[in-house]
């Protein structure tokens, strides 16, 4: 079946570290995907997303490309802060059903 | 606009009790789910409805009820609540359609329920 596989966490990084988080999928068809981001005792909140091979998404200095020949989305921002602390997680939807990743906790320090 | 809006924030229960959690939206979506998310697990979909008087099943419907009669409101029935179903629960929608912006959900704040 459909699934998300991303990186495990937690990970740690000093203010200004480049980031990238993996995300790898398995999908019959042409998925969607997305980056959602957690902030600690809130929902998820859309981050980014890509709707087919090739497309970047951005945004707040986060990207991440669709790769069909991977069946990769890596998310990546080249100067974390300390505002950037929160759980990152990878998802696809493919026609009704989105599935998730497992989520990496990400926490930066000054 | 309150966006997606979920209670109780937080409930605990005994195994066997029943309980219901409710999901609102004000924003004339189509679309609304339910997941529950634990530790290790990401998110996994309960059930999803794709209008009024329309529900399915996800993931994990398993020990879960869903009813849909009014676009706004998507409540989630747990009958015989059991320890497996501690988790925190959270209630999504989106408009239902094509195109980039439709694909979009917006989730609620979540409900945390511990079952002893």
């Known amino acids: 079946g459909d699934s998300v596989t991303q990186m495990e966490g937690p990970v740690t990084l000093s203010e200004e570290a480049f980031l990238t988080i993996n995300c790898t999928y398995t999908a019959t068809g042409y998925p969607s995907l997305f980056w959602y981001v957690q902030y600690p005792g809130e929902g998820l909140q859309l981050l980014l997303k890509?709707?087919?091979?090739?497309d970047k998404g951005s945004n707040k200095g986060f990207e991440a490309t669709y790769r069909k020949e991977t069946t990769s989305f890596h998310l990546e921002k080249g100067s974390v802060q300390v505002s950037d602390s929160a759980v990152y997680f990878c998802?696809?939807?493919?026609?009704?059903?989105?599935?998730f990743g497992t989520g990496t906790s990400l926490t930066v320090i000054p | 606009n309150a966006g997606v809006t979920q209670t109780p924030k937080f409930q605990v229960l005994k195994t066997g009790q029943s309980m219901t959690l409710q999901c609102a939206q004000d924003m004339n979506h189509e679309y609304m789910s339910w997941y529950r998310q634990d530790p290790g697990m990401g998110l996994r979909l309960i059930h999803y409805?794709?209008?009024?008087?329309?529900?399915d099943q996800g993931e994990v419907p398993n020990g879960y009820n869903v009813s849909r009669s009014t676009t706004e409101d998507f409540p989630l029935r747990l009958l015989s609540a059991a320890p497996s179903q501690t988790s925190v629960y959270f209630c999504?929608?989106?408009?239902?359609?094509?195109?980039?912006?439709?694909?979009?959900?917006?989730f609620g704040p979540g409900t945390r329920l511990t079952v002893t």
């Open positions: 998802a696809l939807r493919t026609g009704n059903q989105f599935y």
């Open positions: 999504a929608s989106r408009k239902q359609g094509r195109g980039i912006t439709g694909w979009e959900q917006y």
């Open positions: 890509a709707t087919k091979a090739d």
């Open positions: 409805s794709v209008g009024a008087g329309i529900t």
